[in-house]
């Protein structure tokens, strides 16, 4: 269980974070996600104890992280790609993250049978591609059986099978109870993943709740129509107060209104419908209508940022 | 969409880990530290490098009652050295995010730190310090030097290798108070070489008024025998105090650092 409480972070001049309140429950994956620069790292630092909070509260277990006497049995912490020091070897690195919680060695060797690098075990960190180092990553976030798992970015640096992998691992993980809260910028991504949603934007909750319902409240319901007479349905639909435009030579475009409205009018027109389908936001989509607002005060370099393809875009 | 296969748990039934209780403590922070420490190869070529100039210095050491541990003087940069990488490294690599996040309370990971590197500087520099005398003196009996019975050459010995361990726990210290690497050797150079050079720019006795509180002169002091003590500066254990007054205020500065300062 994670929680926070009117959460506020000051950095200077400027907030990162402003008086945000949620909370994960155990047993199902929730997405963290935020557009560049929206709070998301500094949130899960503040969690981790590793930047102290201006204002409000932020617990695990219902206690701050600080105060955890056995902090890696609780919560398994992927930070930004890499917190390992180069020249140590990943077993080395596991070794001494699990010497200071009296962890034998045993469970070091699972973890890295777990991640798959068995083979790459006894090399330097330094030498290590981002895919492995966010491997060996996940393995320190598993070393303590932890209930909660707090990860930033998991899926950056790996390939489509690392992803897969990720994928399933956190599904997997979720479903033997923990509670699973992962960061990330690939909203299609999250949308296979993720079972709840919280989006943030420049700092403020923007929206939580589960995937499709926090879709369905961002993006206004659509429904295509075609028709045999699209002219006189669209004259009805814009009678009968709908925002309705024409799309192509025989079908309709309706804002804010459902299939069972569209058909009823049609039937009253006694128009001949040839496709009614109401048309489902992606993840992605919703998130980009709910962050408008928060990201256009970062102006054009955001802009510019978010136009270049995920590998571009990502910190 | 969502996941199907994944039934959610009951909310409230928080989970326990198989290793739940076995909490942080000092001893086990210091077996973490000491994991650590040997897993770097920069240790091992750190302490080789103090051990090598130790060992080459001594045959050219031949000054009346000299105990051979001139070498000394380099091989305190050496250890000052890995003194500093052992803390900057972590700060640089990002490593000390996984150390604070494991061990969150942050001091005992700077004691266990301290402790562990002191504990290996001063069991290698004693051994070598030994060595070498011995060693050096056999080569220099011809020239009638210091023996082991020559009064001060066991506490020279013992006063070098606790001179090393209070300059390495100087070193650490100067690395969690500065982080960075460059900054923090800088620092560490313009005390044992850029300060002792001002004081003896000054003029007599302002220059012994400030050298005396100087760990470069309190290293003097330290591996000479008895016969060429310097009177105008503090004793050989006076000046091991002095050097550890030093290393106790980094180490205190790096501790405010470390709890004070976001990681």
Known sequence: ?315 | MTSVGATPAAPSAARRSMFAGRHVTLPSVLASEWIKLRSLRSTFFGLLGAVVIIFAITPFDTRQGAAGLDGMYAAQVAIGMLGILIVTGEYTTGMIRSSFTAVPARAPVLVAKAAVFATVVFVVSLATAFVAFVFGAAARANRAHASLQTPGAQRAILAGAVYLTLLGLLAVGLGFLIRSTAGAIATLFCILYALPILALSLHYPNSVTLGRYLPFNALTQAITTNATLDGDYFGPWKGLVVTGVWALVALVGGLVTVLRRNA
Not at chain 1, 19 to 34: A, H, I, M
Not at chain 1, 253 to 272: H, K, L, W
């Open chain 1, 1 to 315: 269980m994670i929680e926070t409480t009117g959460l506020t972070k000051r950095y200077g001049t400027k907030t990162a974070v402003d008086g945000l309140t949620f909370q994960v429950r155990p047993g199902v994956v929730t997405g963290f996600l935020g557009p560049n620069g929206s709070g998301k790292s500094t949130t899960m630092r503040v969690l981790l104890g590793l930047d102290e909070a201006d204002r409000g509260r932020a617990l695990i277990n219902g206690r701050p992280y600080r105060s955890l006497p056995a902090p890696l049995t609780e919560v398994g912490a992927l930070l930004e790609a890499r917190a390992v020091h180069t020249g140590r070897s990943a077993r080395n690195h596991l070794l001494a993250l699990a010497a200071t919680h009296r962890i034998p060695r045993r469970r070091v060797d699972e973890v890295i049978g777990i991640v798959g690098l068995d083979s790459v075990a006894g090399k330097r960190a330094g030498t290590f591609s981002l895919g492995m180092g966010q491997r060996l990553g996940i393995a320190s976030a598993l070393l303590g059986d932890p209930g909660v798992l707090l990860l930033d970015e998991p899926v950056n640096g790996l390939d489509p099978e690392g992803i897969l992998w990720i994928r399933n691992l956190l599904k997997g993980l979720a479903a033997e109870g923990r509670t699973v809260f992962v960061s990330s910028h690939l909203m299609s991504e999250m949308a296979l993943t993720a079972t709840e949603v919280i989006v943030i934007g420049r700092g403020r909750l923007i929206a939580a709740g589960p995937v499709d319902e926090v879709i369905r409240g961002a993006s206004a319901t659509t429904v295509l129509v075609r028709s045999e007479d699209p002219a006189r349905l669209l004259a009805a639909l814009t009678a009968a107060g709908h925002r309705a435009e024409s799309i192509g030579h025989d079908a309709v475009q309706v804002s804010g209104a459902d299939s069972r409205a569209v058909g009823r009018i049609a039937a009253r027109e006694a128009v001949t419908l040839i496709e009614l389908t109401p048309q489902l936001a992606t993840l992605e989509e919703a998130f980009m209508d709910m962050t408008r607002d928060a990201v256009e005060y970062q102006g054009e370099s955001y802009a510019g940022r978010h136009g270049r393809t995920s590998a571009g875009a990502h910190r």
